[in-house]
């Protein structure tokens, strides 16, 4: 039996032995399929769908709908936007090609073609990594497995949940980059994250400069914390305290005027944990 090819992105998804064939390949009536409700694609260009579906009134559906039979209906596991765009060209009926696959298998598939084809914004494909991860109790490493990404391409991607929904609008719309989302999450507070958004979306500054920016104000956060600390200590021993910072590790300098001086201190010391 020839089989034939599924074209960009779904024949990397399947075994060899799961190429089409004349017996999983389908004509069927374009109301016999229905949309997966947990589909991971949300938002759909309305231009760009009509281009698809101008190019369909031309040249037919050229690479097949792969669904799975439910019921009386057939499941779209990928192509829904052909199948929307077959909807707008007024076909009647739409080539499938039939696999028997389990749920999990099925958002597994529906979530890779669509990364492959990037046809998913960063907000839609974290919130979909998240669910695969959350309802099969995934590690980043499983699956990053599954969607053949790496651990550190998950791990960014879900980073951007962390982002305001005010911030992921632009992600959603495409006016922001993932990179720059990324960059916004390493500032302090919400209202900087905000002032420089605008400043990106105007490219008055770029990420080098919001990183910049970051690297100040989590050294000043650490600045006031230490400063802090030294405060506190040089008030309950009476002693002037500073702290020494390094790459890795520090110092703690305690001030003492005599020798009875610093036998106060470390009676102190010794007093606060209960040391004889």
């Given at each position: 039996m020839k089989k034939?090819?599924?074209?960009?992105?779904?024949s990397s998804l399947l075994k060899e032995d799961d190429f089409i064939t004349d017996e999983n390949l389908?004509?069927?009536?374009?109301d016999k399929l229905k949309a997966r409700e947990d589909q991971p694609r949300k938002n759909f260009d309305d231009d760009s769908l009509e281009e698809l579906a101008n190019s369909i009134k031309a040249d037919g559906v050229i690479q097949p709908i792969v669904v799975r039979k439910v019921g009386d209906k057939y499941e779209i596991i990928a192509g829904?936007?052909?199948?929307?765009a077959s909807k707008l060209a007024g076909l009647e009926k739409v080539p499938i090609v039939v696999k028997n696959v389990s749920d999990r298998k099925a958002r597994e598939l529906a979530l890779v073609e669509n990364i492959q084809r990037e046809d998913l914004n960063p907000i839609e494909e974290a919130i979909s990594l998240k669910t695969l991860m959350e309802e099969y109790k995934l590690t980043q490493q499983e699956l990053s497995d599954i969607v053949g990404k790496s651990r550190s391409y998950i791990a960014n991607n879900l980073r951007l949940l962390n982002l305001s929904d005010y911030i992921k609008d632009y992600l959603i719309r495409?006016?922001?980059?993932?990179?720059?989302?990324?960059?916004?999450?390493?500032l302090e507070t919400e209202e900087e994250r905000k002032k420089y958004l605008d400043k990106l979306l105007v490219k008055e500054v770029n990420i080098r400069?919001?990183?910049?920016?970051a690297k100040q104000s989590k050294n000043k956060t650490e600045d006031i914390f230490i400063k802090d600390i030294c405060e506190r200590l040089t008030e309950v021993l009476d002693a002037k305290?500073?702290?020494?910072?390094?790459?890795?590790g520090g110092?703690?300098?305690?001030s003492y005027l005599n020798g009875a001086d610093l036998q106060r201190i470390i009676d102190s010391l010794m007093n606060i944990y209960n040391l004889e």
């Open positions: 034939k090819g599924l074209g960009r992105g779904l389908l004509t069927v009536d374009l829904e936007r052909r199948f929307r495409g006016e922001l980059s993932p990179s720059q989302g990324r960059t916004l999450l390493s400069d919001v990183e910049k920016k305290v500073k702290i020494h910072e390094k790459k890795k110092q703690i300098e305690i």
